[in-house]
């Protein structure tokens, strides 16, 4: 029997700051294509393996240009949520999406 490792993966968060329009609409729907939730207007958060978050570097790198700002971090924001979240319904942050692997 073959042992196969699952990937894992950690809770991302992404934040944005662009002023252009289209620019700042091509950028969320890549971070949806990645896998990410909008949890707000340009905060997406998710669980992501390794290559994924690869590729979110990939598309800050490709779109963000002076003066538009932009991060993403590794963060357990549904702990976070939990303890210190007002407006957030907890199934935002712990439904288990069918892309997702999880690893409890």
Not at 42 to 48: H, I, P, T, Y
Not at 50 to 73: G, N, S, T, W
Request: hydrophobic share 40%.
């Amino acid at each position: 029997m073959v042992n196969r490792a699952v990937p894992r993966e950690h809770e991302v968060i992404v934040c944005y700051d662009i002023a252009d329009s289209k620019l700042r609409g091509k950028l969320a729907d890549s971070l949806l294509n990645i896998g990410l939730v909008r949890l707000q207007q340009s905060v997406f958060w998710g669980r992501l393996r390794a290559a994924d978050e690869k590729a979110v570097a990939r598309e800050l790198r490709a779109r963000i240009e002076q003066p538009d700002r932009a991060f993403f971090c590794r963060l357990r924001l549904s702990e976070v949520v939990e303890q210190n979240g007002f407006g957030y319904l907890p199934s935002e942050l712990t439904e288990r999406n069918p892309n997702h692997v999880f690893i409890d």
